[in-house]
């Protein structure tokens, strides 16, 4: 129940294309869901993040939409460049629990080609 | 604003050696958390802790061990190194919960 689900693992995309993360949860205690973008040798930095009480969020060119009903929620990339290619993390936090850790997706690998 | 500074980058152990990784955030966060990533596994929590003197386990601690006397520092003790924890190791702080600042990892080898 803890665990957050991603998918594709690996993801190659033209220039210019919309690239589409997909993520699913089960623990319904889960509240606020950030995505990460990791280069490599780098460690992963906030992207965007979403609280449930919305169904989408946009910021430039990333977008995430949420679906609380399915508990489902995904990244979109539209115009993708090749300066996007990074593994993603999704993720999922108990905003009000006690830790304040978040429980991470296994990552999708990103390709865009120019 | 160095953020969260981790040291070494690189290390390579020997089977049953000992070492510590070194965590420093100059940001005055209270969280802190040992992640590791291994390939297509995503980040696996070990170890975090909500203030200085509080620590506890995360999700896979076997092999290891925290401290954390100041709110700077979150060093990881790893006792008897084993080639299961050959992995990338990510140190973060935050001050809100969720809005996690990462360290650049630090690459561990057990041969």
């Known amino acids: 129940q803890q665990q957050v689900k991603q998918s594709p693992q690996s993801l190659i995309v033209q220039k210019g294309g919309i690239s589409i993360i997909n993520c699913a949860y089960e623990n319904t205690a889960f509240d606020y869901f950030p995505w990460y973008q990791q280069f490599p040798g780098k460690g992963p930095a906030l992207l965007i993040a979403i609280r449930p009480d919305v169904s989408e969020k946009k910021e430039g060119r990333f977008t995430i939409s949420f679906n609380k009903s399915a508990k489902q929620f995904s990244l979109h990339i539209m115009d993708s460049q090749p300066g996007d290619s990074a593994t993603y993390f999704c993720a999922a936090l108990n905003y009000g629990g006690s830790q304040g850790n978040l429980i991470f997706g296994k990552g999708t690998k990103l390709s865009v080609k120019p | 604003n160095a953020g969260v500074t981790q040291t070494p980058k690189f290390r390579i152990l020997k089977i049953g050696q000992s070492m510590t990784l070194q965590c420093t955030q100059d940001?005055?966060?209270?969280?802190m958390y040992w992640y590791r990533q291994d390939p297509g596994m995503g980040l696996k929590l070990i170890y975090y802790s909500v203030g200085a003197g509080i620590t506890d386990k995360g999700e896979v601690p076997n092999g290891y061990n925290v401290s954390r006397s100041t709110t700077e520092d979150f060093p990881l003790r790893l006792e008897l190194a084993a080639p299961s924890q050959t992995s990338v190791y990510f140190c973060?702080?935050?001050?809100?919960?969720?809005?996690?600042?990462f360290g650049s990892g630090t690459r561990l080898t057990v041969v």
């Open positions: 940001m005055n966060h209270n969280y």
């Open positions: 973060a702080s935050s001050l809100l919960r969720g809005f996690f600042t």
